[in-house]
């Protein structure tokens, strides 16, 4: 079976860097189906409290952005932690380590944790 950051996932042909005219999460659980839609991998709920997060989560920046079918987004599958891993880590392949890093970490939360760092996002459980 195949691994996804030490742990099993069901594998089905995820796509390390997604085609532009298929969903992220192909292959994840279940089938895709109906149009894509712009999915925030840090999600409106994660940021609620925080003007400053939501405001940034507002622009849809292509690093916290992925295209997501509507059979992923409607079912919240899209925001579970498999998944925002499935999604980071297609990011760190496109934009690079550093950047994704750099760009997680930077967001002003207003109690830092570990837990919304790139590094605690992709060991989340």
């Not at 891993?85 to 109690?111: C, E, S, T």
Request: net charge positive; glycine share 8%; charged share 20%.
């Amino acid at each position: 079976q195949a691994k996804l950051n030490g742990r099993p996932v069901p594998r089905h042909g995820l796509f390390l860097m997604p085609p532009p005219d298929v969903c992220c999460l192909q292959g994840y659980l279940i089938r895709c189906d109906g149009p894509l839609t712009g999915q925030h991998i840090i999600s409106k709920q994660m940021a609620r409290g925080n003007d400053a997060v939501r405001d940034i989560l507002r622009r849809c920046p292509p690093e916290l952005m992925a295209q997501v079918c509507y059979a992923h987004n409607v079912g919240k599958l899209a925001d579970s932690p498999v998944a925002r891993r499935i999604l980071l880590l297609q990011k760190v392949y496109a934009f690079g380590w550093a950047h994704m890093r750099d760009y997680i970490n930077g967001l002003p939360w207003k109690v830092p944790m570990q837990s919304l760092t790139l590094e605690g996002m992709l060991d989340a459980e």
